[in-house]
């Protein structure tokens, strides 16, 4: 629903500021399609008051007609019937059929403008017609009730209703012309032209005190989305830092370079949607495979890997990236005695400033969301840290022992 999707969809600043002075004015306007909004909102409630109100105006109708047709004796009663009786009665069937009818409820307030304006056709026809009988005057307080329920309880846009009454207006008089009738301007007055502006301004002031909540609804649900952003943004950052924290300390020890991309993959199949991984060295002569997880024997077999294809493509890119489209038998899933092609891979170059030092890749049969990728990003650091260190420590006993080497050959 439209009302639904205003209330959900983020407010821009600017319309925020014109939403804030309009309710500084007695005549609230909205900007742009903000007032489109308002119209289908007045739309629907105007369908729920009536789907509320409907068999009220029905008893009232009968409380009317009933007695006035059972207790006058008057030799217009026929008239007023089919003038003041039938077309509401008409109004009303139409109310009736535009809320239970599902074939026509996209036009429910076009249909709730017509039957107003058939009621008032009618009673003012009658009026103007009957204005010498006790019939007329009951046809013309029909007409002053017509204008209080379609002003107050319909509650369509005033500017709708007020065109409904004075297109009633023009037809009625229209067909008193035709008739050659009788028009007493004052009596019209009194009985429809001060009630319509009375109604209308009444109408107005409901209409305006309508859109101030509106606008205050507007801005609350904006208020609450932007809490609940910030609470979210605070959520997410705190869980955030937990998994850095719990991280860090999971590859504390200065482990060797292999050992480490293991417990890293280890890590993230735990808490992501991975459920296979391979963590690789960058050497000058390309990738080396130094841990794998939940790979197929064929994945696990390519431990050199030249520095072309996915994971080249992935080494240029800042961050983690995802690729939807995996080719069969590329990292292949091992599920019991069937292989299964991953739904997506996630590549994690790990790299320590300017160096890029080697790169994890990941698969999944679930969809990497956002929230995973920025964590993936959040452990990229600490883990260039830790591959630094783990790659010194190996320079280190490489060095070492390649020195005590030399060293025992010289004294042989």
């Known amino acids: ?77 026929g008239r007023w019937q089919a003038l003041g009786v039938y077309p509401i009665a008409c109004s009303l069937a139409l109310l009736l059929a535009a809320i239970h009818v599902r074939a026509v409820q996209p036009l429910v307030a076009t249909l709730i403008g017509l039957a107003l304006m058939i009621s008032l056709t009618g009673t003012l026809i009658g009026a103007i017609h009957l204005q010498d009988h006790f019939l007329g005057q009951v046809a013309a307080f029909e007409t002053v009730y017509v204008l209080i329920i379609g002003f107050s309880i319909l509650r369509l846009p005033p500017t709708r209703t007020l065109f409904w009454s004075l297109g009633a207006l023009i037809i009625a008089l229209g067909v008193a012309l035709y008739q050659d009738w009788r028009i007493t301007p004052i009596s019209l007055l009194l009985y429809y032209g001060f009630p319509l502006l009375v109604c209308a301004l009444n109408g107005y002031m409901l209409d305006a005190s309508a859109r101030s909540n509106f606008a205050n609804m507007l801005l609350r649900n904006a208020e609450s989305q932007r809490l609940r952003r910030w609470r979210d943004n605070a959520d997410r950052e705190a869980r955030r830092q937990r998994l850095l924290n719990e991280f860090t300390a999971h590859i504390a020890g200065n482990p060797r370079v292999t050992e480490l991309l293991d417990k890293t993959l280890a890590f993230l199949i735990e808490n992501t949607p991975a459920v296979a991984g391979a963590g ?37 890119i800042q961050g983690a990236s995802v690729r939807h489209e995996v080719p069969g038998g590329y990292m292949d899933l091992e599920t019991g005695h069937s292989q299964i092609r991953p739904g997506e891979v996630l590549f994690l170059p790990i790299r320590q400033g300017e160096h890029t030092l080697g790169i994890l890749e990941l698969a999944s049969l679930e969809p990497f969301d956002e929230h995973v990728r920025s964590a993936c990003d959040a452990i990229a650091t600490p883990l260039g840290y830790a591959m630094i260190a783990a790659l010194g420590r190996e320079s280190f006993i490489r060095r070492a022992r390649e020195k005590q080497g030399g060293h025992e050959s010289f004294v042989g």
């Open 280 to 316: 690789y060295r960058l050497e000058e002569d390309g990738l080396h495979l130094e841990a794998a997880r939940g790979l197929g024997q064929a994945a696990r077999e390519q431990s050199h890997i030249e520095s072309d294809g996915f994971l080249a493509s992935a080494l240029e």
């Open 1 to 77: 629903m439209a009302t639904d999707s205003t209330q959900t969809r983020p407010l821009e600043a600017e319309q925020e500021r014109a939403l804030k002075r309009a309710l500084s004015t007695l005549w609230v306007r909205f900007p742009g399609s903000l007032e489109d909004d308002y119209i289908v909102y007045a739309e629907r409630r105007a369908t729920q008051l009536i789907r509320r109100s409907v068999y009220i105006l029905l008893a009232i109708f009968l409380i009317v007609v009933v007695p006035v047709s059972l207790l006058v004796k008057d030799p217009s009663l």
